[in-house]
Every structure is written in structure tokens, then in C-alpha cells.
Nanobody
């Protein structure tokens, strides 16, 4: 059974920091590139965009708007992959619902975690 459980979101002032966590299990996530996605607020039909991803070898990539501010990492325990997103120097435009998932062949989403950055 696939499980994706995101946590760590909250309300923070601009310039602050948050650390998101995602526990992923049930779909051989260990061998997959994992990403953090952000969905802008206001409309559940807003697309989820990949803002950072990390491969099984640890290689990372970031959307330009978060480079230098966000850091993605991952670790493993038994059948669970935990993916982290350290977010520093947060801006109001970082507000949204954050999800983690593999980068392709997605059939299931977790509940996400809400991040709200006030100005």
C-alpha cells in the first residue's frame, strides 16, 4: 500500500524557515527520484509544480525561484524513504500546499502540508 505522509508546514513570517518531511513507503520509492511539489493556493485545480527533486544517487535539482534558499535531502529506513525540504528565507510567494512524490507515473498523492508565509 502506497503511503505518502507530509508534515512540517505552518505559518511563518517572511524571512523565516521551515523544514518539511515526507515519509514515503509502499512503492519502491528507494529507487526513484523524489520531488517536492507546490500547489498555489486558491484553487484545488491549480497544478502542482516540482520545485526540487533528488535522485537515488543524491543528485539534486531546484526551480530557479528556490535555488540558494531550499535544500532537499533524503534518507532511508527499512522500506521507508524520508524526503526533507529545508526552506530558508521564505517569501510570501512560497505560500502553498507542499506535496512529495516520485517524478513520473504518479497514481496517488498524499494529503500535503500547508505552508503560509506572511509579509
Amino acid at each position: 500500500q502506497v503511503q505518502l505522509v507530509e508534515s512540517g508546514g505552518g505559518l511563518v513570517q517572511a524571512g523565516g524557515s521551515l523544514r518539511l518531511s515526507c515519509k514515503a513507503s509502499g512503492n519502491n520509492f528507494r529507487g526513484k527520484t523524489m520531488g517536492w511539489y507546490r500547489q498555489a493556493p486558491g484553487n484545488p485545480r491549480n497544478p502542482r509544480e516540482v520545485i526540487a527533486h533528488i535522485g537515488p544517487d543524491g543528485g539534486t535539482n531546484y526551480m530557479d525561484s528556490v535555488k540558494g534558499r531550499f535544500t532537499i535531502s533524503r534518507d532511508y529506513a527499512k522500506n521507508t524513504v524520508t524526503v526533507y525540504l529545508q526552506m530558508n528565507s521564505l517569501k510570501p510567494e512560497d505560500t502553498g500546499i507542499y506535496y512529495c512524490n516520485q517524478l513520473a507515473d504518479i497514481s496517488y498523492w498524499g494529503q500535503g502540508t500547508q505552508v503560509t508565509v506572511s509579509s
